[in-house]
């Protein structure tokens, strides 16, 4: 009888390991499956950009791939009498969520005396009859400037058409520009958090922003990404990852 017993505790046991065995390798299956979709979801919310001359339509700025202080990067240059100074980046279509880039600008040697070496990014760009966008943009050269008024006005938000810089200063003083320390054309990282009507900028890895917009001046829309240069501007692109929420 005692005999009888053990071997059924035995078979008992034995069949509890095989139910355990199969129940773990379903568990890792299910769980290495999970992974490969969530994987999926994230590649396809996040994409490296591939920053080519081919990827971009230029409206009025002249596009080269160059490589500069030893880093392969697009090089912007406005075109003679440009009115917008954008390299939209083809086949991306953006709402909310994050940009990142590296980027790089100083006044070309033929620039005149206001030039600040301008350069960011544009968001929600939208074509039409007039090309609408929201923007951040650093000027570097005001970074380490002697003057503090300059420094306080290193970097700006804009919304374009309506609401270009000397607007927002005049009518709305110190809120759509703010101070950062930037080096005039060394390789600067950006990063843009954007959420309905708010957007934040974010230099150099820094964990608080240096400028925050809570009430974009453009409608809530969707549209695309540019690279952006202003007047005068020697501008380098690299790195630009975008994030849709």
């Not at 791939?65 to 392969?72: A, I, L, Q, R």
């Not at 804009?158 to 054309?185: C, N, Q, T």
Request: glycine fraction near 6%; charge should be positive; proline fraction near 3%.
């Amino acid at each position: 009888m005692l005999l009888f017993l053990l071997r059924q505790e035995k078979k008992r046991v034995k069949n509890l390991v095989v139910f355990i065995n199969v129940f773990w390798t379903s568990l890792m299956k299910t769980l290495i499956m999970l992974f490969k979709v969530l994987l999926i979801i994230t590649q396809a919310r996040s994409q490296d950009i591939s920053l080519i001359a081919k990827n971009l339509e230029g409206i009025d700025v002249k596009i080269e791939e160059v490589t500069y202080k030893s880093k392969t990067a697009i090089r912007l240059t406005e075109s003679p009498e440009a009115a917008e100074n954008l390299a939209i980046v083809k086949g991306i279509q953006f709402t909310d969520g994050t940009i990142t880039a590296e980027l790089a600008g100083s006044p070309l040697p033929s620039a005149n005396n206001s030039a600040r070496g301008f350069i960011g990014v544009a968001f929600r760009v939208k074509k039409g009859d007039t090309i609408r966008y929201d923007c951040f943009y650093l000027r570097p050269t005001n970074g380490r400037a002697d003057d503090q008024i300059r420094r306080n006005h290193s970097t700006q938000y804009i919304a374009h058409p309506e609401y270009p810089w000397f607007r927002l200063r005049k009518e709305f003083p110190s809120m759509y520009e703010s101070y950062v320390d930037i080096v005039e054309g060394e390789w600067t990282k950006i990063k843009i958090e954007v959420k309905g009507k708010q957007a934040k900028l974010y230099v150099n890895d820094a964990e608080q922003p240096s400028l925050i917009v809570n009430s974009l001046l453009n409608a809530e829309s969707t549209g695309g990404i540019a690279l952006w240069v202003g007047q005068g501007t020697d501008g380098y692109f690299r790195n630009l990852k975008v994030t849709k929420n």
